[in-house]
């Protein structure tokens, strides 16, 4: 009884300092889970669950992660987990048994999936001993169908070979148990390693288990969790904690790619980006985002982008082209900001129909309420917002950056993202060393009529206009003509 105790407070003790570790050192990518997830009560996506298996694994993976907004929640949801597959192992692994969920805590956290797979593989091992003799040739037969919606092939091999295991000790036939590891391992090895995927890399290399296995310590959940931290963070619009208190602008100054684009952004938003351009180590106009680039990292950046620029059309897409990179073709974040974008456009009807979609799940109730009264608030005001169109007449992402952001000024007429696309222009023009097109572009909008130039402006013409090679054919950019 002594050891059961013992046993169980290492088990707790373990289990509580992995969900205290994980919530306090990945709160963001919790979050950022449980925008990536997608679970309604509806007909079709339990079908599309069935369509993927395990089924019922990952439709229960669904439901569970959407309370993963809370990153302590979530932390203690896969404790849980772990924990209850600590205790059914410990029937046949003794004080072994605590390294199924340790490892399975070091190497596969944030995959709940796997990790319900694993608790269903030993719930089932313990149900097919506690049977009678006859309950397990039943339960043989029954375990394959059941099984197959619980966990993936190589899992249910092996779940198999244990249960024919203990049938053969259950007989006394000891001789078999020892063949049936070479067994197991000839029939589930070639799953999980295949000379038909043996060209992708092996840190990015899914097993047929339906995961890949990373060390909660190692670099790339360290990075990850700093980019999606930096999502939160602008999509919040806490751009000065970005900046300062989050240290970027240092890290952007140090070198990080990902540091430097949203540095950049949170200057734009602020409105300091003339003043701190010279600041960051740009080099070239594509590092203000990701121009025609098609995965999880631009397609969140970009749709940020053009959101600080308020183009809605634009940020919109981006939000649809993310939803549809997920498991599921569609995430909560990217139907919540297109709730977002389409109230902002005037678009009524686009948006009830994807807060229907919304209200189909279990923790929107909140969200839908404000954005029904946002949107009765708008239709109701003397003053009905208008629909905001992109008035361009060529697709967004069709020019250079430079030329893409003058021509979305004009378009877009007197507002105060203007400012923003103008400084954009002038700043790509810089990096180019084009002091003819850094005369013209400042000189197309009144912004800094009558006003002296921003400091990054004003270095970049004393630096390349104000020269005696330049000074007889470039005027100076405040001398309106």
């Known amino acids: 009884m002594r050891r059961y105790i013992i046993y169980y407070t290492v088990l707790v003790a373990l289990m509580l300092t992995f969900a205290i570790y994980t919530a306090m050192h990945?709160?963001?990518?919790?979050?950022?889970?449980?925008?990536?997830?997608?679970?309604?009560?509806?007909?079709?996506?339990?079908?599309?669950?069935?369509?993927?298996?395990?089924?019922?694994?990952?439709?229960l993976a669904d439901f569970l992660m959407q309370y993963y907004s809370s990153p302590f929640i979530a932390a203690g949801i896969e404790a849980?987990?772990?924990?209850?597959?600590?205790?059914?192992?410990?029937?046949?692994?003794s004080w072994l048994a605590l390294l199924p969920p340790v490892i399975l805590g070091f190497f596969c956290t944030f995959s709940l999936t796997f990790m319900l797979q694993w608790l269903f593989f030993f719930l089932m091992l313990n149900a097919f001993a506690t049977t009678g003799l006859k309950g397990r040739l039943a339960w043989s037969l029954l375990c394959v169908p059941i099984g197959f919606f619980l966990m993936r092939t190589p899992l249910l091999a092996l779940l198999i070979i244990s249960q024919a295991a203990l049938a053969?000790?259950?007989?006394?036939?000891?001789?078999?148990?020892?063949?049936?590891?070479?067994?197991?391992?000839?029939?589930?090895a070639p799953l999980v390693y295949s000379q038909q995927i043996a060209f992708i890399p092996f840190e990015e290399r899914y097993t047929a288990f339906g995961t890949y296995f990373d060390a909660l310590t190692s670099r790339y959940n360290r990075d990850g969790e700093y980019v999606k931290k930096l999502v939160c963070l602008s999509n919040e619009g806490r751009w000065e904690d970005m900046l300062y208190r989050e240290h970027v602008k240092g890290d952007a100054r140090r070198g990080n790619s990902a540091a430097l684009r949203y540095a950049l952004l949170a200057e734009s938003a602020l409105g300091t980006l003339p003043d701190n351009f010279l600041d960051y180590p740009i080099r070239e106009e594509n590092q203000?985002?990701?121009?025609?680039?098609t995965e999880y990292v631009a397609s969140q950046f970009n749709r940020l982008f053009y959101l600080n620029l308020c183009i809605y059309d634009e940020a919109y897409h981006h939000a649809q082209e993310y939803g549809q990179l997920q498991p599921n073709g569609i995430c909560f974040s990217s139907l919540r900001q297109m709730v977002d974008y389409s109230?902002?456009?005037?678009?009524?009807?686009?948006?009830e129909k994807f807060i229907e979609i919304l209200s189909k799940s279990s923790c929107h109730k909140s969200f839908i309420e404000s954005r029904r009264q946002k949107m009765s608030a708008c239709k109701s005001s003397d003053q009905q917002k208008k629909p905001v169109s992109l008035r361009a007449d060529n697709f967004v992402g069709g020019f250079p950056l430079p030329i893409e952001m003058l021509r979305l000024a004009r378009y877009y007429g007197d507002c105060p993202q203007q400012k923003k696309m103008v400084d954009y222009a002038i700043c790509c023009y810089m990096l180019r060393g084009d002091a003819e097109r850094f005369v013209i572009a400042t000189r197309a909008f009144d912004i800094y009529k009558d006003k002296p130039l921003p400091k990054a402006y004003r270095e970049f013409w004393e630096r390349y206009v104000s020269t005696a090679s330049t000074a007889s054919s470039v005027s100076n950019p405040l001398d309106r003509r």
């Open 26 to 59: 990945f709160p963001y990518t919790y979050m950022t889970l449980e925008g990536d997830n997608y679970w309604v009560l509806t007909r079709d996506f339990w079908h599309l669950k069935l369509a993927t298996p395990p089924a019922l694994t990952t439709w």
């Open 80 to 93: 849980l987990a772990l924990g209850l597959i600590g205790l059914l192992a410990r029937r046949w692994l």
């Open 168 to 188: 053969c000790k259950a007989f006394g036939i000891k001789k078999c148990t020892i063949w049936l590891m070479p067994l197991a391992l000839v029939g589930v």
């Open 288 to 293: 203000f985002f990701y121009p025609h680039q």
């Open 343 to 351: 109230i902002e456009e005037g678009d009524y009807e686009i948006s």
